[in-house]
């Protein structure tokens, strides 16, 4: 599978970060996509999940700010984060994984917050 991410970039404090990241290859049998991030010095956290059947997950720190979907053949997912903040910039991987448990990542999406 390939993963290529689209968004990202500098956004403005209060602004909302929009991401998108595409699926090709072996589709047919993605389970769950989603984002995580990382910022410098610490460890990689859920932002988003979205299963095929619709199921969301997301996490602590976004919650209430974030919105994510997908398309309907399952191979695109979409992030919308609100009123971005400083903690919020790093870089954001994309990832599926597949119902046999296997999963993959994107290369991260830097994203930076300016106040």
């Known amino acids: 599978v390939q993963l290529q991410a689209s968004g990202g970039g500098l956004v403005q404090a209060g602004a909302s970060l929009r991401l998108s990241c595409v699926a090709s290859g072996i589709i047919s049998s993605i389970n769950v996509m989603g984002w995580y991030r990382q910022a410098p010095g610490k460890q990689r956290e859920l932002v988003a999940t979205?299963?095929?059947?619709?199921?969301?997950r997301s996490g602590d720190s976004v919650q209430g700010r974030v919105t994510i979907s997908n398309n309907n053949v399952k191979n695109r997912v979409y992030l919308q984060l609100d009123r971005m903040e400083p903690e919020d910039a790093g870089n954001y991987y994309c990832?599926?994984?597949?119902?046999?448990?296997?999963?993959?990542w994107g290369k991260g999406t830097l994203v930076t917050v300016s106040s």
């Open positions: 979205i299963t095929s059947g619709g199921r969301i």
């Open positions: 990832n599926v994984e597949y119902a046999s448990g296997i999963s993959a």
